[in-house]
């Protein structure tokens, strides 16, 4: 769990509810208005939305892990932007945790105090998760509405959540962060804990500021001021990974983690009758304990509902595997539980295995609150094979690029075990197309177009066609293609096997573009690269990045096209066929002349995931290297008489 709840866009708020808020909490502490120093206005930075005057997070300890945290924020709206600060959302379980709105009220630029009234504060459960209430009856927001909200008008409140019922017992694990992307003035955060507990500190580019000892408790104290917002760069990590932090846990190590989570979990994945009778008929026919696994696999993929709760909301305990199965929904641990279990019943051992989707987590720093995702580890005899069960559009074996790449905690009846997950290769994104292409004397083009694909451009596929119908699947593929090819009319189209995870997919169609080509006097120009080129450079469009580019997988394009030319005309020139090969990847074209024919072949491999920024120059310029040669065309030229 993470102490601040920042009032920020719904974004911020998914980010800090996935990293858990709700935890910590109880026991009564009076929290001193701190008076931070003076700030001098020019010092403001006026041309943000919003500055965070002050932004205070008290949190007291008790020995028992319980524990109580006092928010305290004052947020001055310097455009109008800031007005979404008008409205904060604080999500919490009211099954273990209180919540209690000390203060609320906006100062109005004149001066004048308006304080929240009773009848704009509300508990809420979620509208979409009310369907659901039945498995997940605690989740609940609490929802503070300002009066007055405007540019120069400064929101202040002061909430209090107490959890009396901590997700782990006796344990305690807490984050905070002294930056974002708006300035923070003073930004503190302390804790309380008895003299005697275990406490582990992780700072990361904030210092201690002070500890003082008082009675049988001690208090730690971090500051920051004047710290500037962050300006986001195309495709940088997760902000929590990159800003000054402090992160606190009693945890020694992750073994302590697992044990509890193997503990918490173990009776949920207990088959009944039902999942037994079930089992049975999936696996019917299936002669190894690969074609078991995957029968199962692609079962509860296909047939249990995926509804993301994740981690932190409703907690780490998996509801039980034949409620799930009965109810034909759950969230990321629950259909975990249920795979577990059915794997149970034909004799294949496995794990409910933990995992970060959104960021990398802090390897030496224990604490469940670093997971937001829970996916299944299968026992083999040298390793363990991971499976992600959430998805309906991901085939057996494969993992969503969002588990890839990733530490994966997986806690067993004997130790925890902390492994990476596979990262896929290029060739296994691949998107390889074949076409045939022609011209007539005005220009016009049609063209065959013939698609293998797999790993994440498979999922993209089907995640968009599945649920369409043939009518909806024309006019879709109609549009992505008038999006690269302006003038474009779909005439054929073949897509099969978009609902199987067993089959690959098999795409044709056929499309006609007028005026492709353009005629000017007696040349013909056209680019070659059809469907496949990089057309914009603003991935690399700054001079120098202060953060890394993050890539979200490895992939690889190849294009084969052979344009038949109008009879009456001939290649003039082409563009020169090229080879780059980096540390980044590799991209190539080349260009054969074979008499009315012009045969087009594009390569682009990307087999890196992270770009820093010392290596960002380099990077630039491999990029550009292509946005250029895939815009360059070819002319032809009317044949003589």
Known sequence: MFTRIKNQSSKLLLFVILFCILLILSGCIY???????KIQTEDIIQDRSAVYLLDNADVFVQPSGISTTTIHQKILVTGEKGKRHGTLQISYNDDRQTIEIIEAKTITPEGNILHVRKSDIRTVTPAELSHFSVLYPGIKVCTVTFPAVGPGSIIEYIYKIETKKPIMPGAFWDGFFFQDTEPFMYSKYRITVPENMR????????????????????TYEYLKTNMPAIIPEEMMPPISELVPRVLVTTIKDWDEIGRWFYNLSKDTTIPDSNIKATTSRIVQGAKTDEEKIKAIYHFICKNIRYIGLELGIHGFKPHDAKDVLKSGYGDCKDKAALMVAMLKCVGIKSYIALINTERQIEENIP?????????????????????????????????????????????TEDKTIMVKSYCAKPEENQKKRHIVASFDSSGNLEANVSVYINGIYAASLRNTFRYLSEEERKRELSRSLNRIIPNTTLKQFIIENIDSLDQPINQRYTFGSKKYATILQKKMLFNPALLE?????????????????RLPFKRSNIDLIVFHLPENYVVDAHPESVKIET????????????????????TLFFDILEISPEDYQEFKKFYEQIAHNDSLPVILKEKTS
């Open 199 to 218: 406490l582990y500190f992780f700072p990361f580019s904030v210092e201690l500021k002070e500890k003082t000892k008082k009675g049988k408790f001690i």
């Open 533 to 549: 080129k990089i057309e914009g450079t603003e991935l690399t469009s700054l001079e120098k990045r202060n953060f890394p580019i």
């Open 31 to 37: 929290v001193p208005r701190y008076k931070p120093e």
């Open 583 to 602: 540390k980044f990847g590799k991209y190539s074209t080349s260009f054969i002349v074979d008499d009315n024919k012009l045969i087009y072949e594009r």
């Open 367 to 411: 604490f469940p609150g670093q997971f937001n995702h829970a996916i299944v580890a299968v026992q083999r005899e040298n390793d363990f094979l991971i499976l992600d069960p959430t998805s309906q559009v991901i085939p057996y074996p494969e993992l969503p690029p969002s588990d890839q790449n990733k530490p994966v905690l997986i806690p």
